[in-house]
């Protein structure tokens, strides 16, 4: 941050913001005190420029290997690598959406699909709403693509789950 030399005040509380938001993240002041600095800003007529670098941290190793531990089955073995690195280097606010998302089972979407597959109830389950209608509507593809569903829904409940993930991070 930028001020003249007669603004102390300022540069003093810009510099304990930069020290109180690295030592303690998520404090309330990394929130509050930009704000009351652009409020001070705005009434001062000598700034030179104004410059705030936000430091973001990265999802720990442990949240990471924890998320992939308890939902692994609801991807695609290929794609916990990747899936692994994203999460890396997500920022950590992220977290609690991470654990409020709602996968889908491919054990589910497969006993549905042995069930009620015909009524296209499996892919309705899994978010597939057009194929879901086709499939009611011409009785799970008069019965063809009901078999060859069963064994085709893990995989794409897997693949939804992945793409729903990648849209909330």
Same mark, same amino acid.
């Given at each position: 941050?930028?001020?003249?030399? @007669?603004?102390?005040?300022?540069?003093?509380?810009?510099? @304990?913001?930069?020290?109180? =938001?690295? =030592?303690?993240?998520?404090?309330?002041?990394?929130?509050? #005190?930009?704000?009351?600095?652009?409020?001070?800003?705005?009434?001062?007529?000598? $700034?030179?420029?104004?410059?705030?670098?936000?430091?973001?941290?990265?999802?720990?190793? &442990?949240?990471?290997?924890?998320?992939?531990?308890?939902?692994?089955?609801?991807? &695609?073995?290929?794609?916990?690598?990747? $899936?692994?690195?994203?999460?890396?280097?997500?920022?950590?606010?992220? %977290?609690?959406?991470? &654990?409020?998302? &709602?996968?889908?089972?491919?054990?589910?979407?497969?006993?549905? =699909?042995?069930?009620?597959?015909?009524?296209? #109830?499996?892919?309705?389950?899994?978010?597939?709403?057009?194929?879901?209608?086709?499939?009611?509507?011409?009785?799970?593809?008069?019965?063809? %693509?009901?078999?060859?569903? %069963?064994?085709?829904?893990?995989?794409?409940?897997? @693949?939804?789950?992945? !793409?729903?993930? !990648? =849209?909330? $991070?």
């Amino acid at each position: 941050i930028g001020f003249d030399r @007669s603004h102390g005040f300022c540069k003093l509380l810009i510099n @304990s913001f930069t020290t109180i =938001s690295e =030592s303690r993240p998520g404090n309330w002041a990394a929130f509050f #005190i930009p704000f009351f600095v652009v409020f001070l800003v705005g009434f001062n007529k000598n $700034l030179i420029f104004v410059k705030v670098n936000f430091k973001i941290y990265k999802m720990e190793a &442990q949240k990471v290997d924890a998320f992939i531990l308890a939902n692994g089955k609801n991807f &695609q073995d290929y794609q916990i690598p990747a $899936l692994r690195e994203m999460l890396l280097n997500v920022d950590d606010n992220k %977290w609690l959406v991470l &654990q409020t998302l &709602q996968l889908k089972d491919p054990t589910i979407a497969l006993i549905i =699909s042995l069930l009620a597959g015909t009524l296209g #109830i499996d892919r309705f389950y899994i978010g597939d709403m057009g194929l879901g209608v086709l499939k009611l509507i011409t009785c799970g593809g008069f019965g063809i %693509w009901t078999v060859v569903d %069963w064994f085709l829904i893990m995989g794409s409940a897997r @693949s939804k789950n992945m !793409q729903k993930l !990648q =849209s909330y $991070l």
